[in-house]
């Protein structure tokens, strides 16, 4: 992990920018982990588990999908 101080001289990448695809790779992940943990909740008939999974991972996709607009429209002004 990363020292709090560093600003982009050492990975050459600023906080704010790495903080904005650390948050869509993050998201997507956390999207494509849920969908093994609804598979698992549907497979043991839970189904409080997987309605609470299957809204997370929508907020997962929306979250991941308001990043990546976001880093399109920085990538297409930079």
């Known amino acids: ?5 560093e600003t982009g001289n050492i990975t050459g ?3 704010k ?3 904005l ?6 998201c997507l992940e956390n999207a494509l982990r849920l969908d093994t943990f609804i598979k ?3 497979r043991a008939k839970d189904t409080q588990l997987v309605e609470l ?3 997370a991972q929508a907020d997962s996709r ?3 999908e308001l990043g990546k ?3 399109r429209s920085r990538l297409a002004s930079g």
């Open 69 to 71: 607009s976001l880093l």
């Open 17 to 19: 920018d790495y903080n």
């Open 62 to 64: 929306k979250g991941a």
């Open 13 to 15: 990448t600023q906080d």
């Open 1 to 5: 992990m990363a020292s709090a101080t």
């Open 40 to 42: 698992d909740a549907e």
């Open 53 to 55: 999974f299957t809204k």
């Open 21 to 26: 695809l650390w948050y869509v790779e993050s």
